[in-house]
């Protein structure tokens, strides 16, 4: 059987187990046989608290993968990210103006943290997110220079960067709420974020999967896949949009979570090879089972307390790359 | 007939190209020889749009630009200069996104795509390496495959910089081949050597020099221009015709 049949195998096979093992894992610890009667039941804790943490690590994982694989062929970089083009920087500031705007900050925090599933600060982490993009390919003077494009959203990315931190610094609380949600947090998605995140998935997996294609002919270089009759510009532009929604609905409703974009592609890309037919669903998949793990780490690592998830995809995302360079200076 | 009148082509304030005519037929094979930077590559890119240039092209005697992007990709294929490989995938994923032009994004797989797979990969001799990654190919497998993949769209004028790059002596024997066939077969080539030597099968040489047409015609009438060209270079009259070869400083 070819390798990457097994590879979907593996996947699909993971992803109902991790979501599970989710399911299971927390302050009260559930059997298999109590998870499944309450879902049945539709029991608070499993239901309306553990269901939706879980179906949205597993978008966002997804969205991230998936922004991450198809940034990474646009770019035809292996350690692009999703984050490339500014969408990180963009949203913590959209985040920290939404604090300024309310002014108030106990009440905002307590907002933000967003119980009643308030969607004043993820529609300005959102439009942050989408702001920097913009405003790195108005920089770069289009989609059409790929190293451009790179330079520009770095430098988008350290001017809102230092904006942010201005607007931090202004006061102790405003550091703790920005501060947090740069950390990327999986505890306040409930069932309003579950939906949102389906929506961003549901429209960026297919139109992202429908334009694999594009992605493996610019592997053989820009010049020659317009000469393969592709209408480069347009498509860059289709992709980069794509790309930067899934990114920015992740990034609204779960703050800023390393390495799931960078890392899932990567080995995904060493194991079933870089037809990006192949990576973009699987890079998807395989991003959904590593935030679902992640998160239900980060939620016993420390019981009774719980790390950020972000924290956690870092501490795993360094030792993998560590592994990658051993395995490099070790073939040569 | 692919046609270019007046071309010209400007890097910034650097002129690229300059007035440059050139016309080849179905059938015919025209080589491009020229000193580093008297835009030969440049040549390329404007005749295959992908440069903007001041001047007409035109295909069939209609303008360039009147085609859509695929109908240009089905008419037209470019082998790059030292084209990037691709990491993680197979040769025959590569030469199939050949068949792109005829696919369009979201067309299926046809027979027809299959055919003109197996007609790529039968004429470059790399078969053998269909299921083979990339960069796991030695520099003259790769060119190989990055020719397979320009044939499979079966355009009707292939554009090719530099094609025997990478190659040893036999493959380069074999490659020049391969040319003359598709030629006689009635493709249109137009083919960019470093080596002089390489263009002894085509049917003209086009001279370059600081971007415009210094002299046209056969090999064997151009070698004089072509020692102007290159100072460092020698010729030797042989039994088989004139060969241009590096001297090392004694002429």
Known sequence: ?332 | MLRASGLAVRYGRRAALSGVDLAVGPGEWVALLGPNGSGKSTLLFALLGLVPHWGRVELFGRPLAAYTSWERGRLLAYLPQNGPVPEGMRVREVVALGRLPHQGLFGRWRGEDEEALGFALRATETEGLADRFLETLSGGERQRVALARALAARPRFLLLDEPTNHLDLDHQARLLGLLRRLADEGVGVISVFHDPNHARAADRVVLLEAGRVRAEGPLRALVDEILALYPGAEAWETPRGPVVLPGWGRR
């Open chain 1, 1 to 332: 059987m070819p390798k990457r049949t097994w590879v979907w195998l593996g996947l699909f096979a993971l992803l109902p187990l991790a979501l599970l093992l989710g399911l299971s894992v927390g302050a009260v610890p559930l059997g298999l046989s109590q998870v499944l009667a309450g879902l049945a039941e539709r029991a608070p804790v499993v239901y309306e608290i553990r269901l939706p943490r879980v179906l949205g690590a597993a978008l966002v994982g997804a969205a991230l993968g998936l922004s991450g694989a198809a940034y990474q062929g646009l770019f035809k970089n292996p350690l692009a990210d999703p984050y490339l083009m500014g969408t990180a920087s963009g949203a913590a500031f959209g985040v920290a103006v939404a604090l300024l705007l309310e002014g108030d900050l106990s009440p905002a925090y307590a907002h933000w943290i967003g119980a009643d599933g308030g969607l004043f600060v993820p529609a300005f982490a959102f439009v942050g997110a989408l702001f920097a993009v913009t405003l790195a390919v108005v920089l770069a003077g289009g989609v059409g220079r790929t190293r451009e494009l790179i330079l520009a959203g770095v430098v988008v990315g350290s001017v809102l960067t230092g904006l942010t931190t201005y607007l931090m610094l202004r006061d102790a609380d405003r550091v703790r709420a920005v501060f947090a949600y740069t950390l990327g947090n999986l505890a306040f998605v409930g069932w309003p974020e579950v939906q949102r995140l389906s929506l961003y998935l549901a429209v960026s997996l297919p139109v992202l999967w429908g334009m694999a294609r594009v992605l493996n002919a610019v592997q053989l270089g820009e010049g020659v896949a317009r000469t393969l009759g592709l209408p480069l510009d347009l498509l860059k532009f289709a992709l980069i949009a794509t790309a930067t929604l899934a990114t920015a609905g992740a990034v609204a409703e779960a703050g800023i979570i390393g390495f799931v974009g960078l890392v899932v592609p990567h080995a995904l890309r060493r194991i079933g090879g870089g037809d990006y037919r192949f990576l973009l669903p699987a890079s998807a998949l395989g991003g959904a089972v590593l935030l679902v793990l992640a998160d239900t780490l980060a939620r016993v690592l420390v019981r009774p307390a719980e790390l950020p998830v972000g924290v956690v995809t870092t501490l795993l995302g360094g030792p993998f790359f560590l592994y990658l360079l051993w395995r490099m200076r070790a073939s040569g």
